[in-house]
T-cell receptor, first 111, second 113 residues
């Protein structure tokens, strides 16, 4: 059974600081997705990583994928308050169409 | 496209009543997913359809839950009878092919009292 774990679960950081969220998954997959969810809202797609070594960047967020280590990272550079949200990674298993989500990381950026 | 559309947005019902949640996926998408989100269990995949056919319903918690997709533009998730522990936000999502992301609806917040 595919399991997706994120750490940390909670992250409180000062504006201007850098930090990384980690996403580990348990079985072979080379498709990984990052989503953002604001409180009381739906999930919004941030990044789609489709191959080993893939790196995507948007503003202060950068995501990368290492399929051999079964690890993805979401790096936050010079955090701002607007980045406060819950971030989820999701993985689809090879040969199926199921999107399995991680536990989520609740990020709070303090002014 | 208006995105994935779910209705109702909020539902409050009494224990034992039947609840039906509705979803209209993005036009042209061939995969549809129902998720349940709670604080305790996070995002759980309940069931997903591919080309209107249920592929995996192993996440459906009990026989009280059922889902249908009669055509490519409509799906329902039914709970009968509802129980307080079914209270959660239920999301519907759709995707075009496996290599693209799933797009989520706004969710239905269900409260069973």
């Amino acid at each position: 059974e595919l399991k997706v774990e994120q750490n940390p679960l909670f992250l409180s950081m000062q504006e201007g600081k850098n930090y990384t969220i980690y996403c580990n998954y348990s079985t072979t997959s080379d498709r990984l997705y990052w989503y953002r969810q604001d409180p009381g809202k739906s999930l919004e797609s941030l990044f789609v990583l489709l191959s080993n070594g893939a790196v995507k960047q948007e503003g202060r967020l950068m995501a990368s994928l290492d399929t051999k280590a079964r690890l993805s990272t979401l790096h936050i550079t010079a955090a701002v308050h607007d980045l406060s949200a819950t971030y989820f990674c999701a993985v689809t298993t090879s040969g199926t169409y199921k999107y399995i989500f991680g536990t989520g990381t609740r990020l709070k950026v303090l002014a | 496209d208006a995105g994935v559309i779910q209705s109702p947005r909020h539902e409050v019902t009494e224990m034992g009543q039947e609840v039906t949640l509705r979803c209209k996926p993005i036009s042209g998408h061939n995969s549809l997913f129902w998720y349940r989100q709670t604080m305790m269990r996070g995002l759980e995949l309940l069931i997903y359809f591919n080309n209107n056919v249920p592929i995996d319903d192993s996440g459906m918690p009990e026989d009280r839950f059922s889902a249908k997709m009669p055509n490519a533009s409509f799906s329902t998730l039914k709970i009968q009878p509802s129980e307080p522990r079914d209270s959660a936000v239920y999301f519907c999502a759709s995707s075009l092919i496996q290599n693209t992301e799933a797009f989520f609806g706004q969710g239905t917040r269900l409260t069973v009292v």
